[in-house]
T-cell receptor
Framework: AQTVTQSQPEMSVQEAETVTLSCTYD???????LFWYKQPPSRQMILVIR??????QNATENRFSVNFQKAAKSFSLKISDSQLGDTAMYFC????????????????FGKGTHLIIQP | GAVVSQHPSWVICKSGTSVKIECRSL??????MFWYRQFPKQSLMLMAT?????????EQGVEKDKFLINHASLTLSTLTVTSAHPEDSSFYIC????????????FGDGTRLSIL
C-alpha cells in the first residue's frame, strides 16, 4: 500500500511571493504517477500538475513546478508569483502506473495543505 | 476537454432512505471509474473502483452492501447509499479515466449528501 504525507496543514504567504508545499510518499512500486490537485471552496478537484516517475525532468506548468526526488520519495510543489486565486486546499496524490481501459488504481491522497495568499 | 458530470450536486434526505448518485463521462468512454468520499476538512478517501461489466472493488472498511455500485455502460457509474444514516453524510466525488487517452482521472464536481 502507498502512503502520502503532507506535513504542512496550513501555509500563508503574501501575494507575489513564492511558496513551496511539501509532499513525501512511500511505495514499493517503480512505475507510478504523482499529482498535485487544487481544491477551492467550491470543492472542485483541479489538476495542477503531474509527474511520471520514470521521467527525470521536473514537470512545469506556467507558475507551477515540482521538485521530484525519486530516491528520497519527495514531490514538492513550487508556486511562483502567487496570486489571490491560488488560495485553496492543495492535495498531493499518488497513482500506480497503467490506467487506461480497465485495471487502473485509484488515487491515494495526502491530508492536504491549506494555502492562503494574503493581499 | 474531458468532462465528467455528477448528479445530484446536493441532496438532503431522511434517515433510512436510499440515495443514488450518478457519474457520467460526457465526451469519452471510461471502463474504470472511482468513487471517493471526503469528510469536512479532511482528504479524499477512495471508496471503490468501478469497472464496466464487472463487480466493483471496495476498499477495506467500505461496506459493499451499504454502498452499491453499478457500472452498466462505458459512460455511467452509479453509487447508491442504501438505508442512509446521518454518519453517511459526506461529500462524494467520482472520477473517470478516458479509455483512449493517457490523461489522468477526470473528476466530477461532487455530491454533498446530508442525512437528517
Amino acid at each position: 500500500a502507498q502512503t502520502v504525507t503532507q506535513s504542512q496543514p496550513e501555509m500563508s504567504v503574501q501575494e507575489a511571493e513564492t511558496v513551496t508545499l511539501s509532499c513525501t510518499y512511500d511505495t514499493s512500486e517503480n512505475n507510478y504517477y504523482l499529482f498535485w490537485y487544487k481544491q477551492p471552496p467550491s470543492r472542485q478537484m483541479i489538476l495542477v500538475i503531474r509527474q511520471e516517475a520514470y521521467k527525470q525532468q521536473n514537470a512545469t506548468e506556467n507558475r507551477f513546478s515540482v521538485n521530484f526526488q525519486k530516491a528520497a520519495k519527495s514531490f514538492s510543489l513550487k508556486i511562483s508569483d502567487s496570486q489571490l486565486g491560488d488560495t485553496a486546499m492543495y492535495f498531493c496524490a499518488f497513482m500506480k502506473h497503467g490506467y487506461s481501459g480497465g485495471g487502473a488504481d485509484g488515487l491515494t491522497f495526502g491530508k492536504g495543505t491549506h494555502l492562503i495568499i494574503q493581499p | 476537454g474531458a468532462v465528467v458530470s455528477q448528479h445530484p450536486s446536493w441532496v438532503i434526505c431522511k434517515s433510512g432512505t436510499s440515495v443514488k448518485i450518478e457519474c457520467r463521462s460526457l465526451d469519452f468512454q471510461a471502463t474504470t471509474m472511482f468513487w471517493y468520499r471526503q469528510f469536512p476538512k479532511q482528504s479524499l478517501m477512495l471508496m471503490a473502483t468501478s469497472n464496466e461489466g464487472s463487480k466493483a472493488t471496495y476498499e477495506q472498511g467500505v461496506e459493499k452492501d451499504k454502498f452499491l455500485i453499478n457500472h452498466a455502460s462505458l459512460t455511467l457509474s452509479t453509487l447508491t447509499v442504501t438505508s442512509a444514516h446521518p454518519e453517511d453524510s459526506s461529500f462524494y466525488i467520482c472520477s473517470a479515466i478516458d479509455d483512449n487517452s493517457n490523461q489522468p482521472q477526470h473528476f466530477g464536481d461532487g455530491t454533498r449528501l446530508s442525512i437528517l
